[in-house]
């Protein structure tokens, strides 16, 4: 019989030093560490591109970026069911009652005692350990339009959403479908299904392969090419390790 395969543990930490010392905790119970990553954005990257899925997310609430743990936590707990911890150094009564809405395993506070916050890590790890990890959600389909009305499309074969003049693009490998909601709006709905921004006028599904030019200017899907933003490429870069 095989062994049974290592819990896979998300971890969304911006602290190095307390993204090493939860990993360093979590590896030594057994579990797979997906990250750390520092955004939000970063986190649902990785959640896309992971094989397998996650069982278990760590999450810091004072994330760089737009979005903090506990939005990146609701998220999660509604498109994922994902069980979480958060593990924080903000102390206050509205944002636990706010984590509290996604249901967490634990909210450990930073300033606890090194041995209480171990304590809450294996717990949580102990009960993801239980469980086999989520079952993928519904695979989500747009109503997009064509000259000749609507076109039933599945999201997971939307390669990107581009910015072209007035209108937005969005692209499979062989079709194009032109919106005119503005691309801060797609992100949106395009996000919970591991959508990214990669540059002012470029959103990416980094769920399909692809190719980063040696300048990490731009990026090849296909026979498509997509700006890559400086703003934007260090946080995708850090969510995808590197094999050298």
């Not at 809405?101 to 890590?121: G, M």
């Not at 989520?134 to 009305?149: F, K, M, Q, S, V």
Request: aromatic share 6%; hydrophobic share 45%.
């Amino acid at each position: 019989m095989l062994p049974p395969t290592p819990p896979v543990v998300l971890l969304v930490e911006n602290d190095p030093v307390w993204a090493t010392l939860l990993a360093d905790v979590l590896r030594q119970e057994g579990a797979t560490v997906l990250g750390p990553a520092a955004t939000a954005a970063e986190a649902r990257a990785l959640c896309a591109a992971a094989h397998p899925a996650p069982t278990l997310a760590v999450l810091d609430i004072g994330l760089d970026g737009p979005e903090d743990g506990l939005a990146l936590g609701r998220w999660l707990h509604q498109q994922r069911g994902l069980p979480l911890l958060y593990c924080t150094a903000l102390d206050d009564a509205a944002r636990f009652h706010e984590a509290r809405l996604t249901t967490p395993l634990a909210f450990v506070r930073k300033s606890s005692a090194p041995t209480e916050l171990r304590c809450q890590l294996v717990l949580a790890f102990d009960y993801a350990r239980r469980f086999p990890p989520p079952a993928p959600a519904l695979t989500a389909r747009l109503l997009l339009p064509e000259a000749t009305g609507h076109h039933h499309v599945s999201v997971a074969d939307l390669l990107y959403a581009e910015a072209r003049g007035r209108s937005r693009v969005l692209a499979t490998a062989s079709s194009e479908y032109v919106v005119h909601q503005p691309l801060c709006s797609l992100l949106e709905e395009l996000q919970p299904y591991g959508f990214v921004q990669v540059h002012r006028s470029f959103l990416l599904n980094p769920a399909h392969p692809w190719h980063l030019d040696s300048e990490r200017t731009s990026m090849h899907l296909g026979k498509a090419t997509v700006l890559l933003g400086e703003q934007y490429r260090d946080a995708l870069l850090r969510s995808l390790p590197v094999l050298r």
